[in-house]
C-alpha cells in the first residue's frame, strides 16, 4: 500500500496529478519549474518519539524517517537498509553526526552539531552520500535487461557555491549511467572547495567554472530542466536541494541530535541553522511537522538576508547585488526551498487547506517574482511562519568577533574553532540566548562545514592567538594532498545557457560511460 506521505506533487500545480518517489527524485525538478513535496506530513507520536525512536542509532532512525516517506513497492525495507548503511559508513564518525554537548561550558546548554564528518568535509555529504547510492540503484533496476545501447542514463547538472558541488561529485563518482556537470562561479568559492571538486579523476566528472554569481548558476540549472527539448535529450537530474531527496535524508539529525542533546526526554529545543538555500532548515521543518517537539527553528543568514527580510517584513524580494561574504556558501539572493515553505503556508493560511489552490498561489507568487523582482505574504501566513521560524543576520564582524570568541571561551573542548558559515549560527545563537535568558532550553546549532575549508576567515579570526597553527590545529591531513594533485575544469566565459549547453554536450561526447 502507498500511504499519502509516499507521493509527491509539484508546488506550482494546480491539478491532482502526483508521482513516485522514484519519478520524483530521477525528475528533480517538476516539469512547471515548482519542486516536489509530499503534501502529507507523515506524524510520529511522542510515545514512539521518546520510547522507541529516542533508543535508535543514525542509520536505524534515517530508515525509520525514509520508510514513512517511501513505499515498500518502491524501495524494499532490506534495500532501504542497505542503502543507508552503505552512505554512512563513509563517514569519519560512528554516530555520522556527532553532538558537541555544552561546548562553552556545562552552564550552557549550546550544543553545535558538527555535520561535516562525510568524505568532503561539510553537511551536504549527509544527504548527497545517500543520493549518489539512490542514483545508482534506481538506475541499476531501470537498466538491468537492457542491452548497452538503451540504457538508461542520467546527466547531473548541478550549481554550486562551494560545497554541493564536491558532495556531489565525491556521491557520484565513477557511477555506472551516470554523469555530473557542477556549475560554481569563478572565483567566489575558497580555494580548498574547488581543488576538492576538480581534482577528482574519474571520467564521468566535470567541472565548469562559470563567470558569474552562484544565482547565475542556479538559474542556469533551472532553464536546463526547462528545457524540454536537452532535458528529454539527457535526462537530467538534479543534485542540488531542489530534489526532494536531499531534504529526506537531512531530516534524521534533527532528530538523533534532539535525543543525544536531552538524553532521549523531551525538553525545550531551538535549532539555529545556517541558511542559503532553505534546504538544511527545511529539513528541520518537516521533523517538527513530524512530531518533534521543537519550540523554534532559526533561519541564521549573512549579509545576504532575503530569508530575514522576508519573516520580518513579508516581503520575499530578490535584491540585485550578492554581497560577497565570509560565508561564501550562503552568499545566495534566491533561496530555491523556501518554496516548499511557501506551499505549506498557502495551503493552511491561505487556501482551507485545498492542495490545488495551494498550487496556484504559489505559482502566482513565483510569477510575479519573476516579472516585478518581489511578492508580498499576507500577515496571517507569516504570523504562522513565526510559530515555527524566527530569524537573525548576522555580519562579517560578528563571524569573526564569534569564531574568536568561541577560540578564547569554549570549555568542550577548549580551543573549539568554527568554520565561517557555524559561526554565523553560533553567533545568532548567543544572540537568542541572550534574549531567552533561558537555562533549562537546548540550543543546538548546526555547523556545516568543516574550518579548513575556509582558511581566509579562520585565520583572519585566530592568527593573532600565537600559539593557533592553522596547518596544525585544523587541517586534515587528506585535504592537504589535494594541491598537489592535477586540475580538471572547463571556464565558461559568460553566465550564459546556451554556452553551458554546449560545453555539457561537448564534454559528453568524451565521456566513455
Ligand atoms: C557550509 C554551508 N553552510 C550553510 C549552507 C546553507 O545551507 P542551505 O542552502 O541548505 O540553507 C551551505 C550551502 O547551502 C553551506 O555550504
Ligand atoms: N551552499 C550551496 C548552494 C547550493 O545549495 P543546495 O543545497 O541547493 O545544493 C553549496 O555549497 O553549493
Known sequence: MVSPSQVYRSTRSSDNEVKSFEAAVIQGLASDGGLFIPPTIPQVSEDELFNKWSKLSFQELAYEIMKLYISESEIPEKDLKDLINRSYSTFRSNDVTPLVKNTTGSSNNLHVLELFHGPTYAFKDVALQFVGNLFEYFLQRTNKDLPENERKQLTVVGATSGDTGSAAIYGLRGKKDVSVFILYPTGRISPIQEEQMTTVADENVQTLSVKGTFDNCQDIVKAIFADKEFNSKHNV?????????????????????YFQATNGKKNKVKFVVPSGNFGDILAGYFAKKMGLPVEKLV???????????FLKSGTYERSDEVAATLSPAMDILISSNFERLLWFLAREYLASNDDLKAGEIVNDWFNQLKTEGKFQVSSTAIEGALKDFDSE??????????????????????????DPHTAVGVCATQRIMAKDNDASTHY??????????????????????????????????????????????????????????????????KMKL
Open 237 to 257: 537530474g538534479a543534485v542540488n536541494s531542489i530534489n526532494w531527496a536531499r531534504i529526506l535524508a537531512q531530516i534524521t539529525y534533527y532528530f538523533y541530535s
Open 393 to 418: 543576520r548576522v555580519s562579517n564582524e560578528e563571524t569573526i568577533e564569534t569564531i574568536k570568541n568561541i577560540y578564547q571561551i569554549s570549555e568542550n573542548p577548549k580551543h573549539y574553532i568554527l
Open 444 to 509: 543546538i546549532s548546526l555547523s556545516t562545514a568543516h574550518p579548513a575549508k575556509f582558511a581566509d576567515a579562520v585565520n583572519q579570526a585566530l592568527s593573532s592567538f600565537p600559539e593557533y597553527s592553522f596547518e596544525k590545529d585544523v587541517l586534515p591531513e587528506e585535504l592537504k594532498k589535494l594541491s598537489t594533485l592535477p586540475k580538471k575544469l572547463r571556464f565558461v566565459e559568460k553566465a550564459d545557457i546556451e554556452l553551458v549547453k554546449v560545453a555539457i554536450e561537448e564534454e559528453l561526447a
Open 299 to 309: 533561519i541564521a543568514t549573512n549579509e545576504n538576508d532575503i530569508l530575514d527580510r
